[in-house]
Nanobody, 129 residues
């Protein structure tokens, strides 16, 4: 099993960026896939999750700006990030669950998606003001 995140980089505030998460060793169709991020000195935050049945979830901080989508033909999940803000600066990770549904939780004001079984290496997103 392998998840490879890509697409990070430096972008100006207000600009877009698209991240991709390519999966190998398994088929995405039957699994929940989520994006997380972690900024220096902060806890990891669940950004978005895509359930196998097509239901999508977003944290409050990215709702209306980010869009998660699947390309099952390429076994890839994308995260389209629009209207980026400096506070979106973080390392972004994708993860998968052996289960189909996303399980969203919120602890101490931070969104997470529980039950992730495998994590890929992250890609750094830096948003300049």
């Amino acid at each position: 099993v392998q998840l490879q995140a890509s697409g990070g980089g430096l972008v100006q505030a207000g600009g877009p960026l698209r991240l991709s998460c390519a999966a190998s060793g398994f088929t995405l169709d039957d699994h929940a896939i989520a994006w997380f991020r972690q900024a220096p000195g902060k806890e990891r935050e669940g950004v978005s999750c895509s359930s196998s049945d097509g239901v999508t979830y977003y944290s409050d901080s990215v709702m209306g700006r980010f869009i998660i989508s699947r390309d099952n033909s390429k076994n890839t999940v994308h995260l389209q990030m629009n209207s980026l803000k400096p506070e979106d600066t973080a390392v972004y990770y994708c993860a998968y669950s052996s289960a189909g549904p996303c399980v969203s939780s919120r602890r101490r004001g931070i969104t997470s998606y529980d039950g992730m079984d495998y994590w890929g290496k992250g890609t750094l997103v830096t948003v300049s003001s």
